[in-house]
Structure formats: structure tokens, C-alpha cells
């Protein structure tokens, strides 16, 4: 999924528009511009240019004479992390959660067992949209530490699910909580050297309070010292939503990935595996 970095509008001015190749320059990440139209602010790292038509699709470079490191890159320190959760508003998905003012819900249970009765109850969404927030509520959160010197490298991860409640479709009272396991989710290291860590990443869980597919998430997140890059490439399920961003040496977080709900997908869309690439990439 691509996506575009804002610079502050007070910094616009110190910047102009860009040609393609151009260098970019982000409070210390670089890219080059892949994509440029006529717009005043803006950014893009590396390959990743918005297509996204409410997002401006520029990039806005300083005189590579003006670039500066970030840091000095015998030292990467990064946090990266993927969540899968479920949107506040899904069109034909959500409703609103009674006596719960501005708050939404799944109603009855998965389309899919339609031998079971609708009555079987609701359940409340994350109750937001995209964020960038390490400890944005989600479905399913994984996140992996990686730190790499010209001396050695280090990885470590850690994995939660957000709890799951289940609602009266009526009155809105909450009957039941539930906390998925994150057995099934977890990151194994593929290689690892001072110079690059590539761990691959397979992560798995569903709703524990009812008989439910699993939502999967697979990819392989690499770390490269020597290229400054981080990505991550991978597949999600048609729903619900995906995003995954890092911190790079304590700055941050910025953006890798996200992708929504595809149209027209619910719970029911689970049945299948991950199919829906995921991926992105930010230049140190």
C-alpha cells in the first residue's frame, strides 16, 4: 500500500518542487522522488508514492548539497510493528452500538455459519480508523525490536490481542469478554548478520468467544544496515484492516503499510487465506 509523509506547512517554503530522482529529506530520512506533480508540500520516501487521489503525489526535495544523516548508520535501532483491526466504519459491516454514542459494532455472528442463529450476539470494533499509535487498539498486534552495529545484532518480539467484546444487538450491554492467544503469532529469525536481520513473520488469531475463521498475516520484515532500509513484505486477509509502521532510532513512527477492508468484505471473507499484498518501505 503506498502511502506519503506530510512535511508542516511553516516548512514548505524552505523546500521546492521536484523533479523525478530528485533527493527527499524528511527530518533526517532520505528517499528520491519517484512521482511529481504540481504541489506545494509533501513528501515521499524512497519508492512509495501515494496513488491515493485526496493525497498529494510529490515530492519535495532540498539540494543534495543540504542532506544530512539521520544518524551515523554504524548503529540501527528499530522498532517495527503490524496490527491487524477492525475499523470503526466498514460500509454494509458496522452499525452503531446502542446506548454507545459515536461507537460501532459487528452485528450477529459471521455470515458464513448461517445454520447458526442470528441471535448469537454482536461485537464492538476497535472504534477507530488508521493510527500510528504503538498501543492503538487492534485485533491482533505484533511487533519486533531489532538492533544491528558493526559489531553485532540483536531481535526480539512481542505479541498481544486486543480483549473482544460481545454485545446485546439491542440494549448494547456487553455479555461477554474474551482475549484471543497469540501462540500462532510470532517472528523467526531467517538470517542475520551485522549488516542486514530478515526475520519472517507469520501471524494467526481469531474471535475467541465465537466459532470463527482466523485472521492470517504472513511476510518477511527486513533490516538492512548497510542499504538503510527497512521493509516489509507480505500478504492479509480481505478483512479486516492492516497497517504497520516503525521507529527508526527513537524518531518516528513512520509509515510502512496500510490497506483497509477490500470493498464489500466482512468476517465471512476469512474463509480464505492471506491473498492481498502488503508491503512497503522506508529509507533510513
Given at each position: 500500500?503506498?502511502?506519503?509523509?506530510?512535511?508542516?506547512?511553516?516548512?514548505?517554503?524552505?523546500?521546492?518542487?521536484?523533479?523525478?530522482?530528485?533527493?527527499c529529506d524528511y527530518k533526517g530520512i532520505q528517499g528520491s522522488c519517484q512521482e511529481a506533480r504540481n504541489c506545494t508540500k509533501g513528501f515521499v520516501?524512497?519508492?512509495?508514492?501515494?496513488?491515493?487521489?485526496?493525497?498529494?503525489?510529490?515530492?519535495?526535495?532540498?539540494?543534495?548539497?543540504?542532506?544530512?544523516?539521520?544518524?551515523?548508520?554504524?548503529?540501527?535501532?528499530?522498532?517495527?510493528?503490524?496490527?491487524?483491526?477492525?475499523?470503526?466504519?466498514?460500509?454494509?459491516?458496522?452499525?452503531?452500538?446502542?446506548?454507545?454514542?459515536?461507537?460501532?459494532?459487528?452485528?450477529?455472528?459471521?455470515?458464513?455459519?448461517?445454520?447458526?442463529?442470528?441471535?448469537?450476539?454482536?461485537?464492538?470494533?476497535?472504534?477507530?480508523?488508521?493510527?500510528?499509535?504503538?498501543?492503538?487498539?487492534?485485533?491482533?498486534?505484533?511487533?519486533?525490536s531489532v538492533s544491528i552495529s558493526a559489531k553485532k545484532y540483536t531481535w526480539s518480539h512481542i505479541h498481544r490481542c486486543g480483549q473482544t467484546l460481545?454485545?446485546?444487538?439491542?440494549?448494547?450491554?456487553?455479555?461477554?469478554?474474551g482475549t484471543a492467544s497469540t501462540k500462532d503469532m510470532k517472528f523467526t529469525l531467517k538470517s542475520g548478520s551485522t549488516k542486514k536481520v530478515v526475520?519472517?513473520?507469520?501471524?494467526?488469531?481469531?474471535?475467541?468467544?465465537?466459532?470463527?475463521?482466523?485472521?492470517?498475516?504472513?511476510?518477511?520484515?527486513?533490516?538492512?544496515?548497510?542499504?538503510?532500509?527497512?521493509?516489509?513484505?507480505?500478504?492479509?486477509?480481505?478483512?479486516?484492516?492492516?497497517?504497520?509502521?516503525?521507529?527508526?532510532?527513537?524518531?518516528?513512527?513512520?509509515?510502512?503499510?496500510?490497506?483497509?477492508?477490500?470493498?464489500?468484505?466482512?468476517?465471512?471473507?476469512?474463509?480464505?487465506?492471506?491473498?492481498?499484498?502488503?508491503?512497503?518501505?522506508?529509507?533510513?
Open positions: 500500500m503506498r502511502s506519503s509523509i506530510y512535511l508542516l506547512p511553516a516548512l514548505a517554503v524552505a523546500f521546492s518542487n521536484a523533479n523525478i530522482g530528485d533527493p520516501l524512497g519508492d512509495i508514492c501515494s496513488t491515493e487521489p485526496t493525497v498529494l503525489s510529490c515530492c519535495i526535495a532540498k539540494p543534495s548539497s543540504e542532506l544530512s544523516p539521520r544518524w551515523d548508520s554504524s548503529q540501527v535501532d528499530v522498532v517495527f510493528w503490524i496490527k491487524a483491526f477492525i475499523p470503526k466504519d466498514v460500509a454494509d459491516v458496522t452499525h452503531p452500538w446502542p446506548k454507545h454514542p459515536g461507537e460501532t459494532m459487528l452485528s450477529g455472528l459471521w455470515q458464513w455459519l448461517e445454520w447458526l442463529p442470528k441471535s448469537g450476539g454482536c461485537f464492538a470494533t476497535d472504534q477507530r480508523t488508521f493510527a500510528s499509535s504503538i498501543s492503538a487498539s487492534a485485533r491482533m498486534h505484533s511487533q519486533a460481545k454485545v446485546d444487538c439491542d440494549d448494547g450491554k456487553v455479555k461477554k469478554r526475520l519472517n513473520y507469520v501471524g494467526t488469531a481469531n474471535n475467541p468467544l465465537v466459532i470463527a475463521p482466523n485472521i492470517d498475516v504472513v511476510g518477511t520484515l527486513t533490516i538492512d544496515r548497510v542499504k538503510k532500509l527497512v521493509k516489509f513484505e507480505g500478504k492479509v486477509d480481505e478483512f479486516p484492516a492492516f497497517e504497520a509502521y516503525a521507529t527508526l532510532n527513537g524518531f518516528g513512527p513512520y509509515l510502512v503499510a496500510k490497506i483497509g477492508p477490500k470493498k464489500g468484505a466482512g468476517p465471512e471473507s476469512l474463509k480464505g487465506g492471506a491473498n492481498r499484498k502488503f508491503a512497503g518501505t522506508i529509507y533510513i
